[in-house]
């Protein structure tokens, strides 16, 4: 009897064939593809790892040619499921022929599942053998064993919700970029794709709202009245009970009553103890966060990390939405697996706890337990098989919040004093951490001592310091990965596999960076969801996209059939599409300007500056009649400036006109001409913005001598025009040196070719007048 396994990956399959055969396996190689064979129980088996998925939707190749149909018959054409990895599909017809029994063992969610279905289809054009599914939640030997001797049945609901949502999504992804990047290219010189995603545009829209936010602040004064006092030499703050305050007038009251107190009585203290709970225990997007915050990797390859450490047996299987284990999880032996090496310590204060309890979440997905460590390792053990960068950083995470949750709460105690100073109390908080708990095992989150003296209620306590500060309110900070993994899953946008993936997209598409731990929106993502959101909000909202999400969970529940999900999502889709071409003119010329001024910005040989009628761009036009500065919003604005007709233009960024024109040219090497003011030789300001090299005080009048260079020669010459005048050497390049320590005239350094340096005092009337080696 035969029996063959896919997987979703090669190094499942080679773990499982391990398991299964006990190591006694042999490896072959079919079209390329690794092949794990060996016998057992009188059964042939063989185990091939997939790569993810084999197939993919795609519109008939007529569709291809973007210029060639209108994008809206996208939404109305059925795509294709075609193979797109060919080897893959080749091998699995050679080793299904045949077989007795096949046997899905991808991981157990929706995309595993429909990789399954997937290989499943292709099986069953060589094979009519009866397909069965494993389903396990991590690679351990006792989980695999399990699995295989109780098979199920495939879950053909749970495939066909992945598949309705690569239909969904590819038509809206498709038609919508495919019709505002025609648009826009219409309007703009650019080969850049406008990128519209059903996952993708409403997380930009999570980040474009914080933007808003924060632009759109404005800042309020505020006054915050603190006194520094002192105790058995210690020094604590407290804070006038009214916190901030608006009215200067009532802050200025107050202070001005207390202003000058030596003392003040403690009029009252509370002291009481609090305890933190241990976290929950790691869901995806839960783990996502964390390692973004605590460890300050992005969720992308925080994701991929803890995929290979569940391929390699470490970990758990890291796609899940529940954050609670099941009441008959064994956590005695896992912890057991801790009792010595690098976790001992905190085993071991578990063990000595009987019975071992956790603190669980609310959220059951039905689909796996919490991430969780499988076995113990060390840092060598995991950077052996796993060579990733921080992948010990993620295994530490994933134990130390694993072993966190099953220890006892931390405990601590504060104190509050109310403080009257003349009547006005202050209020000082302090903390001090009696048990540490869980905190001991987990560094990430710590919580600071702040400690307050210990005085008796009534006592006096001396006053330092009273202030009266003026401060001003600030913005909403942007938002953090994790913040907005957050927001991804209150408003179901993408899934626990896929989030990670949507944000990265924006930053592939220049929509948004992450500069540190915050994202801040780029102007090319600003632009665009400012133009949606004015015009067809519903594509940045989350709304819609939570609406399809649902057909797409009632689908894997069994509660929508799959047809009427397709329908259903397909009408919103077109709903939104119309609000598109209704407002087609409005966005294409917002995202037409913007490309247009980024590629005016970028050309730093011609870009002028802002135009003064628009807010648009300036920057040099030449034409066959000539050269002018003109605004890259034409022909909506057509505000124009005169160039000088001769002479090559360099722009002289350093330099900034008196006159406030746009910006300063400097023509061949001859003369400067300022942007909207004219040439700077008939201007009265030119020796206030480009002051000669003085060498010193004129002998005939108040002037000053510079250095006046023409075409064929160069002398001193008189600020003031007296006609003194002196010569300079004709040769060699000139530099302005030290002052004379004789005359007070700057020296001029020359370096001709052939000779040494040298330095001197031009001045004829100067003692000094000797030339000196450099």
Same mark, same amino acid.
């Given at each position: 009897?035969s029996i063959?396994v896919f997987?979703?990956?090669?190094k499942?399959?080679?773990?499982i064939?391990?398991?299964? #055969?006990?190591g006694?396996?042999?490896r072959?190689?079919?079209?390329g593809i690794?092949?794990?064979?060996f016998?057992k129980g009188?059964?042939?088996w063989?185990i091939?790892?997939?790569?993810g998925?084999i197939m993919?939707?795609d519109?008939?190749p007529?569709l291809? +040619?973007?210029?060639?149909?209108?994008?809206?018959?996208?939404?109305d054409?059925?795509p294709?499921?075609?193979?797109?990895?060919?080897?893959?599909?080749?091998?699995?017809?050679l080793?299904?022929k045949?077989?007795?029994e096949?046997i899905?063992?991808?991981d157990f969610?929706?995309?595993g599942?429909?990789?399954?279905?997937e290989?499943?289809?292709?099986a069953?054009k060589?094979s009519k053998s009866?397909v069965?599914?494993?389903?396990?939640s991590s690679?351990?030997?006792?989980?695999?064993?399990q699995?295989?001797?109780n098979l199920?049945?495939?879950?053909?609901?749970?495939?066909?919700s992945?598949?309705?949502?690569q239909?969904?999504d590819?038509?809206m992804?498709a038609?919508?970029t495919?019709f505002?990047?025609?648009?826009v290219q219409?309007?703009?010189?650019?080969?850049?794709i406008?990128?519209?995603g059903? *996952?993708?545009t409403?997380?930009?829209?999570?980040v474009?709202e914080r933007?808003?936010?924060i632009l759109?602040?404005k800042s309020?004064?505020?006054?915050?009245?603190?006194g520094t006092? #002192?105790?058995?030499?210690?020094?604590?703050t407290?804070t006038?009970?009214?916190?901030?305050?608006? &009215?200067?007038?009532?802050a200025?009251?107050?202070f001005n009553?207390?202003?000058g107190?030596?003392?003040?009585i403690?009029e009252?203290?509370?002291v009481?103890?609090?305890?933190?709970s241990?976290?929950?225990p790691?869901?995806t997007?839960?783990?996502?966060k964390r390692a973004?915050?605590?460890?300050g990797?992005?969720p992308? +390859?925080a994701?991929?990390?803890a995929e290979?450490l569940?391929?390699?047996?470490?970990?758990?299987?890291p796609?899940?939405?529940?954050n609670?284990?099941?009441?008959?999880?064994?956590f005695?032996l896992?912890v057991l697996?801790?009792?010595?090496g690098?976790?001992?310590?905190?085993?071991?204060?578990?063990l000595?706890?009987?019975?071992?309890?956790?603190?669980n979440?609310?959220r059951d997905g =039905?689909d796996h337990?919490?991430? =969780?460590p499988?076995?113990?390792?060390?840092?060598t053990?995991i950077?052996?098989?796993?060579r990733?960068?921080?992948?010990?950083k993620?295994?530490?995470l994933?134990?130390?919040?694993f072993?966190?949750?099953?220890?006892?709460?931390?405990l601590?105690?504060?104190?509050?004093?109310?403080?009257?100073v003349k009547?006005e109390?202050?209020d000082?908080?302090g903390s001090?951490?009696?048990?540490?708990?869980?905190?001991t095992?987990?560094?990430?989150e710590?919580?600071n001592?702040?400690?307050?003296?210990?005085?008796a209620?009534?006592e006096e306590?001396?006053?330092k310091k009273?202030?009266?500060?003026?401060s001003?309110t600030?913005p909403p900070?942007?938002?953090?990965e994790?913040e907005?993994?957050?927001l991804?899953?209150?408003?179901?946008?993408?899934?626990?596999a896929t989030a990670?993936?949507?944000?990265e997209?924006n930053k592939?598409?220049?929509?948004f960076?992450t500069?540190?731990k915050t994202i801040?929106?780029?102007?090319?993502g600003f632009?665009?969801?400012e133009?949606? &959101?004015?015009t067809v909000?519903i594509?940045?909202?989350?709304?819609v996209?939570?609406?399809?999400?649902a057909?797409?969970?009632d689908?894997?529940?069994?509660?929508?059939?799959?047809e009427a999900?397709?329908?259903e999502?397909s009408?919103?889709?077109?709903?939104?599409?119309s609000?598109l071409v209704? +407002?087609?003119?409005?966005i294409?010329?917002k995202?037409?300007?913007?490309?247009?001024?980024?590629?005016v910005?970028?050309?730093?040989? +011609?870009f002028?500056?802002?135009?003064?009628?628009c807010?648009?761009?300036?920057?040099?036009v030449?034409t066959?009649?000539g050269r002018?500065v003109?605004?890259s919003?034409?022909p909506?604005?057509?505000?124009t400036?005169?160039?000088?007709?001769?002479?090559a233009?360099?722009?002289?960024?350093?330099?900034? *006109?008196s006159k406030?024109?746009i910006?300063?040219?400097k023509v061949?090497?001859k003369?400067?001409? #300022?942007?909207?003011?004219?040439p700077?030789?008939?201007?009265e300001?030119?020796k206030?913005c480009?002051?000669? &090299?003085v060498?010193?005080p004129?002998?005939?009048c108040?002037?000053?001598?510079?250095?006046?260079?023409?075409k064929e020669?160069?002398?001193?010459?008189c600020?003031?025009?007296?006609?003194?005048t002196?010569s300079?050497?004709?040769e060699?390049?000139?530099?302005?040196a030290?002052e004379?320590?004789?005359?007070?005239?700057?020296k001029?350094?020359i370096k001709?070719?052939?000779k040494?340096a040298r330095?001197?005092?031009?001045?004829?009337q100067?003692?000094?007048r000797?030339?000196?080696?450099?």
């Amino acid at each position: 009897m035969s029996i063959v396994v896919f997987t979703e990956k090669n190094k499942a399959a080679a773990q499982i064939a391990g398991i299964l #055969s006990e190591g006694g396996f042999n490896r072959a190689s079919i079209e390329g593809i690794p092949v794990y064979d060996f016998k057992k129980g009188g059964k042939e088996w063989r185990i091939m790892g997939l790569s993810g998925h084999i197939m993919g939707y795609d519109f008939p190749p007529e569709l291809n +040619n973007w210029r060639g149909c209108d994008p809206a018959v996208l939404l109305d054409t059925p795509p294709v499921k075609n193979v797109t990895k060919q080897p893959y599909a080749a091998a699995i017809a050679l080793v299904s022929k045949g077989a007795d029994e096949i046997i899905l063992a991808c991981d157990f969610d929706r995309e595993g599942e429909n990789i399954g279905f997937e290989a499943r289809s292709l099986a069953e054009k060589v094979s009519k053998s009866p397909v069965k599914r494993a389903r396990f939640s991590s690679l351990s030997e006792s989980e695999i064993r399990q699995a295989f001797s109780n098979l199920v049945e495939p879950d053909f609901n749970l495939a066909m919700s992945a598949e309705a949502r690569q239909i969904l999504d590819l038509k809206m992804g498709a038609a919508f970029t495919r019709f505002l990047t025609l648009a826009v290219q219409q309007r703009a010189r650019t080969k850049d794709i406008i990128s519209i995603g059903p *996952c993708q545009t409403p997380t930009c829209g999570f980040v474009y709202e914080r933007e808003k936010l924060i632009l759109d602040f404005k800042s309020k004064d505020f006054w915050k009245i603190e006194g520094t006092f #002192s105790h058995s030499k210690i020094d604590f703050t407290g804070t006038h009970r009214s916190g901030h305050i608006q &009215d200067k007038a009532k802050a200025d009251e107050i202070f001005n009553r207390i202003k000058g107190s030596k003392t003040g009585i403690l009029e009252k203290k509370s002291v009481k103890e609090s305890t933190t709970s241990p976290p929950y225990p790691l869901n995806t997007t839960e783990f996502l966060k964390r390692a973004s915050k605590f460890l300050g990797i992005s969720p992308e +390859n925080a994701l991929e990390i803890a995929e290979q450490l569940y391929l390699s047996g470490f970990t758990s299987y890291p796609r899940t939405e529940t954050n609670k284990y099941a009441d008959d999880f064994d956590f005695k032996l896992k912890v057991l697996g801790f009792a010595s090496g690098e976790y001992r310590e905190y085993a071991m204060a578990i063990l000595s706890r009987p019975p071992i309890t956790c603190r669980n979440g609310t959220r059951d997905g =039905h689909d796996h337990p919490p991430i =969780h460590p499988i076995r113990a390792a060390t840092k060598t053990d995991i950077e052996k098989s796993v060579r990733m960068p921080d992948a010990w950083k993620v295994y530490d995470l994933v134990s130390r919040h694993f072993l966190a949750n099953l220890m006892q709460p931390a405990l601590f105690e504060k104190t509050h004093l109310e403080i009257s100073v003349k009547g006005e109390i202050f209020d000082a908080t302090g903390s001090v951490m009696k048990d540490a708990g869980w905190m001991t095992a987990y560094p990430f989150e710590t919580k600071n001592d702040k400690f307050l003296p210990d005085i008796a209620v009534n006592e006096e306590i001396a006053i330092k310091k009273l202030s009266n500060t003026k401060s001003q309110t600030t913005p909403p900070k942007r938002l953090t990965e994790a913040e907005l993994l957050t927001l991804m899953d209150k408003y179901k946008i993408g899934t626990k596999a896929t989030a990670p993936s949507h944000i990265e997209t924006n930053k592939k598409r220049g929509y948004f960076e992450t500069k540190g731990k915050t994202i801040s929106i780029l102007d090319t993502g600003f632009t665009l969801m400012e133009a949606l &959101d004015t015009t067809v909000p519903i594509l940045v909202k989350p709304d819609v996209r939570s609406r399809i999400e649902a057909l797409i969970q009632d689908v894997e529940d069994g509660k929508k059939g799959f047809e009427a999900a397709l329908e259903e999502g397909s009408v919103l889709i077109r709903d939104m599409y119309s609000h598109l071409v209704i +407002n087609k003119e409005q966005i294409v010329r917002k995202m037409a300007g913007t490309i247009t001024d980024e590629q005016v910005a970028a050309d730093k040989k +011609n870009f002028i500056g802002q135009c003064p009628e628009c807010d648009r761009l300036l920057r040099i036009v030449k034409t066959e009649k000539g050269r002018f500065v003109g605004c890259s919003g034409y022909p909506d604005c057509r505000k124009t400036y005169p160039l000088p007709k001769e002479g090559a233009l360099v722009i002289a960024r350093s330099k900034q *006109c008196s006159k406030s024109g746009i910006a300063v040219l400097k023509v061949g090497t001859k003369y400067y001409w #300022s942007v909207g003011i004219g040439p700077c030789f008939t201007c009265e300001l030119e020796k206030e913005c480009f002051p000669p &090299d003085v060498i010193g005080p004129c002998p005939k009048c108040e002037g000053s001598m510079f250095i006046l260079a023409m075409k064929e020669t160069r002398f001193l010459a008189c600020t003031k025009k007296c006609g003194f005048t002196q010569s300079l050497p004709k040769e060699g390049k000139l530099t302005l040196a030290g002052e004379c320590e004789q005359c007070g005239w700057k020296k001029l350094g020359i370096k001709e070719k052939d000779k040494d340096a040298r330095e001197f005092c031009i001045n004829r009337q100067c003692a000094s007048r000797k030339l000196k080696q450099v």
